[in-house]
């Protein structure tokens, strides 16, 4: 499996990256700073993503512009291969409650600031079209 973690802060990158790695069934993990597609596109070097993981929190955007550049990304085939049914979101608990409105997605799809490596991989098992992960 391979996933894409996108996030404006390395930390929450790189604590994604050390949360996922124990999970046998992912085989790469490609990390991005929420650059444009352009930028990530170039840099995908085994095909579309199987899951996206996607830190909603910015210091850069609005609410809008976090939400239409998610978009963005999860609709595009190149990168993703599921849509939306790929996408896990993560966010804080205030935020959370905003996107939900805004947004339709289920509750074990969505990860928590703060977090644990424990959280990360179960809502990473929690997704329903990778049964083999546990």
Known sequence: MNILVVSEYPIIRELLRSALRPLSHITHI???????????KQKVDTGS???VIYDLDSVKKDTANVIASMLDAINDKQ???YGL?????MS???QIGHFHSVLDFCQ?????????FKDV???VKNIGFFPNLN
């Open 30 to 40: 490609q990390l991005s700073g929420g650059n444009d597609l352009n930028v990530i």
């Open 49 to 51: 993503h199987d899951l």
């Open 79 to 81: 990168l993703v291969k």
């Open 85 to 89: 049914s790929s996408l896990i979101v």
């Open 92 to 94: 804080n608990e205030a």
């Open 108 to 116: 074990h799809c969505v990860i928590t600031k703060p977090f644990t």
């Open 121 to 123: 991989q179960q809502v």
